[in-house]
T-cell receptor, first 112, second 115 residues
């Protein structure tokens, strides 16, 4: 079953702009991860944030986590055409389960 | 490192046939996961192994699906008999479970079409 729900489902912006995607989840988590999937390809891990962390940065990526609201956001700054992809949030349960529970994803299109 | 290797990359079969998907995890990783991706249901965890032992197979749709991991470098997902609704992209992922990091590394997937 789907745990995370990304918002928006689709996002189209101009190159150079910032892109923000949101994710909500339902149950307690150990950590939350963001993955990218290019069309027809596998998933690539972008960043992981633990339940006791509130913000994390990696290059042009910034992730926030609000466990009280059960939500996370992914910000991509200075977007590039190569950032065009689907972005998924995935959670690892607080019960110690290892499998990822994915949301349905946000399809991001960067217009050159 | 070669990353997670899956074979075949594409499989087209007829309903009722047996299908076997293969996965070679990243060397040294001790956890292996099988996921399925469809337009309707998105990405779903089917089963995962820790140290070659199946831990949670609650995501396996029904008895037609089975998975094995005979050693640390190989896993199979078998569907017998296959049905058109099994058409999907099947991903294998592996990770090094240390108790601190849970990053999973995904293979390129196997696109299965059951006619």
């Amino acid at each position: 079953s789907q745990q995370g729900e990304e918002d928006p489902q689709a996002l189209s912006i101009q190159e150079g702009e910032n892109a923000t995607m949101n994710c909500s989840y339902k149950t307690s988590i150990n950590n939350l991860q963001w993955y990218r999937q290019n069309s027809g390809r596998g998933l690539v891990h972008l960043i992981l944030i633990r339940s006791n962390e509130r913000e994390k940065h990696s290059g042009r990526l910034r992730v926030t986590l609000d466990t009280s609201k059960k939500s996370s956001s992914l910000l991509i700054t200075a977007s590039r055409a190569a950032d065009t992809a689907s972005y998924f949030c995935a959670t690892v349960g607080g019960g110690g389960a290892d499998g990822l529970t994915f949301g349905k994803g946000t399809h991001l299109i960067i217009q050159p | 490192d070669a990353g997670v290797i899956q074979s075949p990359r594409h499989e087209v079969t007829e309903m009722g046939q047996e299908v076997t998907l293969r996965c070679k995890p990243i060397s040294g990783h001790n956890s292996l996961f099988w996921y399925r991706q469809t337009m309707m249901r998105g990405l779903e965890l089917l089963i995962y192994f820790n140290n070659n032992v199946p831990i949670d197979d609650s995501g396996m749709p029904e008895d037609r699906f089975s998975a094995k991991m005979p050693n640390a470098s190989f896993s199979t997902l078998k569907i017998q008999p296959s049905e058109p609704r099994d058409s999907a992209v099947y991903f294998c992922a592996s990770s090094l479970r240390t108790g601190y990091t849970d990053t999973q590394y995904f293979g390129p997937g196997t696109r299965l079409t059951v006619l």
